[in-house]
T-cell receptor, first 115, second 110 residues
Framework: ETGVTQSPTHLIKTRGQQVTLRCSSQ?????VSWYQQALGQGPQFIFQ???????GRGNFPPRFSGLQFPNYSSELNVNALELDDSALYLC??????????????FGEGSRLTVL | QQQVKQSPQSLIVQKGGISIINCAYE??????FPWYQQFPGKGPALLIA?????SEKKEGRFTISFNKSAKQFSLHIMDSQPGDSATYFC?????????FGAGTRLTVKP
């Protein structure tokens, strides 16, 4: 059973640039959620994708967008990067969209630094 | 955005001692309360979870106590070991939105 994998593991961008982060969900999981974890803080919910459609969104601006592909892998795109976007971005997969029906399986994250 | 308050921010416990981490939530619609453990450089991993229809759940050395009327829940780690040293996050969820606490950095001294 393959776990959740994310890429890249680390990246550095400058303010105003755009970034794409990728996630492969665990085998058998059709739902992917993205979280932002600032240093010393808990993960904050960005959005969730289920069957290629956005299925819930946290309090993040529209410059945070995503995609889910037929194989359930997912991308997180952030446009017009700001310094405060520097964080660990976590992808979590689950076998169904309801977070309250079971655990989330997290990847190791992509650490983004915006200079 | 934080709807789950967690304390303490950091905790140091001697090996064999009891570690206690507390959380409080605001939204009464939350109906699933997990605890996640995170080691440096890793993503969070589910440790134990509880639903509001029970007041306590125990798995090995880990116990969740849940007080629905007070909107509080806590994690107890019995016989704490140096390998338990990690950051612990409580969380609460309803449907597809899981809210995490700010985390507790636990250090267990040998």
């Amino acid at each position: 059973e393959t776990g959740v994998t994310q890429s890249p593991t680390h990246l550095i961008k400058t303010r105003g640039q755009q970034v794409t982060l990728r996630c492969s969900s665990q085998s058998g999981h059709n739902t992917v959620s993205w979280y932002q974890q600032a240093l010393g803080q808990g993960p904050q919910f960005i959005f969730q994708y289920y069957r290629e459609e956005e299925n819930g969104r946290g309090n993040f601006p529209p410059r945070f967008s995503g995609l889910q592909f037929p194989n359930y892998s997912s991308e997180l795109n952030v446009n017009a990067l700001e310094l405060d976007d520097s964080a660990l971005y976590l992808c979590a997969s689950s076998p169904d969209p309801g977070a309250n029906t079971g655990e989330l399986f997290f990847g190791e994250g992509s650490r983004l630094t915006v200079l | 955005q934080q709807q789950v308050k967690q304390s303490p921010q950091s905790l140091i416990v001697q090996k064999g001692g009891i570690s206690i981490i507390n959380c409080a939530y605001e939204n009464t619609a939350f109906d699933y309360f997990p605890w996640y453990q995170q080691f440096p450089g890793k993503g969070p991993a589910l440790l134990i979870a509880i639903r509001p229809d029970v007041s306590e759940k125990k798995e090995g050395r880990f116990t969740i106590s849940f007080n629905k009327s007070a909107k509080q829940f806590s994690l107890h780690i019995m016989d704490s070991q140096p390998g338990d040293s990690a950051t612990y996050f409580c969380a609460a969820s309803n449907n597809n939105d899981m809210r995490f606490g700010a985390g507790t950095r636990l250090t267990v001294k040998p």
